[in-house]
């Protein structure tokens, strides 16, 4: 089985930092993408930002440029550096991870349990 993990939620004042971190572990022949993703109220859970196995970047458009997704050498550890962070950015981060567990094998995806965010004065 494959575990997903987050950590680094909190609560900051607004044009304040947070890191997140998620960090999958288990039975893993590799990781495709990863990603971090949030749910409003009243809304379906929507992409805050993602990164390939390669290293390559996509965000939603109102977080561009205030948060950076990055990911360890390893490839099993993703990050989510959040600046800038406004009182919208409020919610449950979850971490999303499509890993293969076996040579030449299917894709799965696996969530976290998330971690809250709050940004508040």
């Known amino acids: 089985q494959v575990q997903v993990v987050e950590s680094g939620g909190g609560l900051v004042q607004p044009g304040g930092s947070l890191r997140l971190a998620c960090a999958a572990s288990?039975?893993?022949?590799?990781?495709?993408?990863m990603g971090w993703y949030r749910q409003p109220p009243g809304k379906q859970r929507e992409l805050v930002a993602a990164?390939?196995?390669?290293?390559?970047?996509n965000y939603a458009d109102s977080v561009k440029g205030r948060f950076t997704i990055s990911r360890d050498n390893a490839g099993n550890t993703v990050y989510l550096q959040m600046n800038s962070l406004k009182p919208e950015d409020t919610d449950v981060y979850y971490c999303?991870?499509?890993?293969?567990?076996?040579?030449?094998?299917?894709?799965?995806?696996?969530w976290g349990q998330g971690t809250q965010v709050t940004v508040s004065s």
């Open positions: 999303k991870a499509i890993v293969t567990m076996r040579a030449y094998g299917p894709t799965y995806q696996y």
């Open positions: 990164i390939t196995s390669g290293g390559s970047t």
């Open positions: 288990g039975t893993i022949f590799s990781i495709n993408d």
